[in-house]
Structure formats: C-alpha cells, structure tokens
C-alpha cells in the first residue's frame, strides 16, 4: 500500500533545498519501489502570506493524516514583527506539539572528507558520530506563563517558563536509553541541575529510567560544560540526551564540528515513530534566493525518514553513501567549500546525490 509523505518547503532557503531532497526522494522512490506519494501544503511565513496563520487547518489535517513529513525550515526578518502568536516559528512548535513529535533525534557525523571543513583541528572530529537525542514538545517553548508585561513601574518585563513532567522525561529518556543500546552504550544527561530545579528533576529521572539500562552508562553534565566539551574533545560522547532549549543550542553548536549546520539532518519522532524530518538549520535569509545553500541536511533528513518511518534501510543507506561519493568527488556548497575543491550551487549538489544514487 502506497505511503504519503506531506512536505512543507517553508521560507527562505526552505523551498530551495527542498527541492534538491524532492529529487532524491524520487530517485530512491523509483529505484527501491518505495511507493510513496507527496503533495504540499504551507508553514510559516508563506503561510502567513496565503492565510493569515502560520499553521493553517489545511496544512494539520494533512499532516495528521500522512505517514511522514517533510520540512524545509520557516520564519524570516519580513514576519519578525508581527504578532508573537501567529509568526513562523509558532507555527512551527505547534505542528510539532500537535503531532506529539517529542523525540528530536540530531546525529552529528562528521564524513571523513569534510574534516578540514569543520572549525576544529581534524584529529579532533576525525570519527567523530554523536546523537543528540533533545525533548521536543516541552520545556521553555511551550512553558506558561509566557509573554512580556508592563510592571507598575512602567518598565517592560519578559517572562518564560520551563517546565518538564516526570512522564515528559521518562519518555524521551527510554528514547535516548534504547538509541544507546543500538550503539556505544553512553548516554549523557545535560542538565543545569545546580541552578534550575526543572533540570534537577531531569537528572533525578534520568538515573532512575538508567537503572532499566543496565548496559548503558549513564554520565551526567551540567550544559555550560557540555558546551565546552563539545568543542575540546567531542568524540567523548555517544547519545546526549537533553532538553528542548539545550538540545537546540548544543545541536546547532555540534552542527559545526561535521564542517556546517548545512550536514545535519534531524528526525523529530512520535510513540510510533510517525515523524516530521527536517535540516537542523533555520531558513538562512542572509543567503536565500542565491542558489548557494547545502541540500545535504535535507537530503539526510530524507534518509533518516526512510529508515525511521519507513523502514527501508536500504534505500536509506543508499542515499548516505551517495553523499559520501558526491563528497569524494569534491564536490562542496560554499559552507563547506576549502581549497582545492569544487564550488557548487544547491541544485548542483542535488543533481550529483541523484546521479550518485
Ligand atoms: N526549523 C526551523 O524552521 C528553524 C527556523 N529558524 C528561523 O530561521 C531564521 C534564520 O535564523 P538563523 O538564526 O539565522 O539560523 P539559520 O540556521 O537559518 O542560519 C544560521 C547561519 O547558518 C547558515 N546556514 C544555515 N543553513 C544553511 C545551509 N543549508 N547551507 C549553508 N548555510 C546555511 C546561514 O546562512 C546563517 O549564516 C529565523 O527566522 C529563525 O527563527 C531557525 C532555526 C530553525
Ligand atoms: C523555532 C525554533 C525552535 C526552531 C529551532 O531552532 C530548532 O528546532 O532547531
Ligand atoms: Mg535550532
């Protein structure tokens, strides 16, 4: 029976390489006889645009009913001033709350081609293979009370809340303790457990949940030096396993180490592994329109669909490796371009993974 895949292109840079990840979706769709269907619908600001609201019912219902989403990534200077409640970025948090995708799985892996891309000495990445596996549908950015108030003083105060369950924890907790099992069996808790009694709680739970782990080892780190670590000796870790805030900014910060955020794919995943995949990027106003973004993430992002949603690990596979050729080729966007190898556009770097497939 057919599958259906709902993709939303999104802004910026969004329809740009979703377009690049459409044509590889195609070919191993072809190729493995998949039989999976797409259609599109609208997140965002394009949204906004068409609609008035960034998560239209349209674009929930449909996404409700597919097997799987495809994003590309929202928001953008032209709705940064609109009403908080209905920009980009809500519109995003709400599709991912509604669907209950709380497991956001972010693997950095550094392709041994692209050690002298990331800004770390290369004997520092080479090997380099870590999970951040973040909360997703929790935390500070669903917390409330939330908002910016006037105080009888007259002088504005922003405010927000984090805030986790035991059961918000246990859950994704198992998420990242089963994920160990399927690899080097570590798993490190970040928290600020010292400062903030929401993480405190984190901590407790995730010892407790361990204990069921016996395999695993189970270490604890509070975020300021899990940051630091990550740039001094990254290769120390396995599955880290965090919050929604601190998955988003250790993620972004482990972007770097595999030579750009343009190589990160991520899956964010419900009870039943239904997922939404997207690049852990954002939509890059600064160079959309250029032709110049990496496809790579998004293109990842597909074959981690394949394999989490869909189960086809060969044709997840086979998309992995076309990544690895297109790289031995020398083939690089711009982010990951260094001397001696060959600047390509975005759909450049589309075609080659296809032709690579
Ligand atoms: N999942 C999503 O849809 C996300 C959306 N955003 C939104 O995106 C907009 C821009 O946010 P920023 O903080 O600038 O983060 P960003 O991730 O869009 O860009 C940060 C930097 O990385 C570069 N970059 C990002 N993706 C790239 C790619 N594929 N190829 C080459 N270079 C790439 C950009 O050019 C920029 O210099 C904001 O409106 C933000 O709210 C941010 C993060 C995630
Ligand atoms: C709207 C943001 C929460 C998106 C983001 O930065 C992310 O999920 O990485
Ligand atoms: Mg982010």
Not at 189 to 201: C, F, G, P, Q, R
Not at 242 to 267: H, R, V
């Amino acid at each position: 029976m057919s599958k259906h895949i709902v993709i939303l292109a999104g802004d910026g840079i969004g329809p740009e390489i979703m377009a690049e990840a459409v044509k590889v979706l195609d070919k191993v769709n072809q190729q493995f006889n998949l039989d999976l269907t797409y259609s599109h619908e609208l997140l965002g600001g394009c949204a906004i645009d068409a609609t008035g609201v960034p998560l239209p019912d349209q674009t929930l219902e449909a996404a409700q009913k597919a097997d799987a989403i495809l994003l590309g990534a929202v928001g953008g200077p032209k709705w940064d001033t609109i009403e908080r409640s209905i920009r980009p970025e809500r519109g995003l948090l709400k599709i991912r709350s509604a669907l209950n995708l709380f497991a956001n799985l972010r693997p950095a892996i550094l392709y041994p081609q692209l050690a002298s891309a990331s800004s770390l000495k290369p004997e520092i990445v080479a090997g380099l293979d870590i999970l951040i596996v973040r909360e997703l549908t929790g935390g500070i950015y669903f917390g409330q009370p939330r908002g910016i108030r006037t105080l009888e003083s007259g002088e504005r105060q922003g405010y927000n809340t984090d805030v986790y369950s035991e059961s918000e924890i246990r859950r994704i907790a198992h998420v990242a303790f089963q994920l160990a099992m399927q690899r080097n069996k570590k798993v490190l808790s970040v928290d600020k457990a010292n400062v903030l009694e929401v993480t405190e709680l984190w901590k407790e739970i995730a010892t407790e949940v361990g204990k069921e782990y016996p395999e695993v080892q189970l270490s604890h780190m509070y975020v300021d030096n899990c940051a630091m670590q990550l740039v001094r000796a990254p290769k120390q870790f396995d599955v880290i396993f965090t919050g929604n805030l601190f998955g988003d900014i250790l993620s972004d910060e482990a972007a770097m180490l595999t030579g750009s955020i343009g190589m990160l794919p991520s899956a964010s995943l419900d009870e039943n592994k239904k997922g939404m995949y997207e690049p852990c990027h954002g939509s890059a106003p600064d160079i959309a329109g250029k032709g110049i973004a990496n496809p790579l993430a998004t293109i990842l992002s597909v074959a981690m669909m394949l394999r989490y949603t869909f189960n086809q690990e060969a044709a997840a596979k086979a998309i992995e490796d076309a990544v690895g050729k297109v790289l031995d080729q020398g083939l690089r966007t711009a982010d990951i371009w260094t001397e001696g190898s060959q600047k390509v556009g975005t759909s450049q770097m589309g075609d080659a993974v296809v032709a690579a497939i």
